[in-house]
């Protein structure tokens, strides 16, 4: 089981990217998805969280300018970062609450990582 995440990379100040993050695994449940990330030198700061059905938060610093959404059939989840700034720039990471069942056939709960995406905005 894991989560792969994509879609980073530099833009201009104003300009627009969708990152995604996709989880594989057999017998997989995904429940809440949250994008997190991480500015060199400064911790690492959630920056929105949907649930299974649906329901979404933002970071403040965000509301209005990013969109997460999620596909539940594709096990897929997005960020739409619009309107990016230069403290926009960070390692994003996604991580999923998931279910999954091991060689016993035991239903085993776990929080998956992602590897991380670079976004980088200049100005």
């Known amino acids: 089981v894991q989560l792969q995440a994509s879609g980073g990379g530099s833009v201009q100040a104003g300009g627009s990217l969708r990152l995604s993050c996709v989880a594989s695994g057999r017998r997989l449940t995904i429940r809440d998805m949250e994008w997190y990330r991480q500015a060199p030198g400064k911790q690492r700061e959630l920056v929105a969280r949907?649930?299974?059905?649906?329901?979404?938060n933002y970071a403040d610093s965000v509301k209005g300018r990013f969109t997460i959404s999620r596909d539940n059939a594709k096990k897929t989840m997005y960020l739409q970062m619009n309107s990016l700034k230069p403290e926009d720039t960070a390692v994003y990471y996604c991580?999923?609450?998931?279910?999954?069942?091991?060689?016993?056939?035991?239903?085993?709960?776990?929080?998956?990582w992602g590897q991380g995406t670079l976004v980088t905005v200049s100005s």
């Open positions: 949907i649930t299974s059905g649906g329901t979404t």
């Open positions: 991580n999923a609450d998931s279910i999954y069942y091991n060689d016993y056939d035991e239903p085993i709960a776990h929080l998956l």
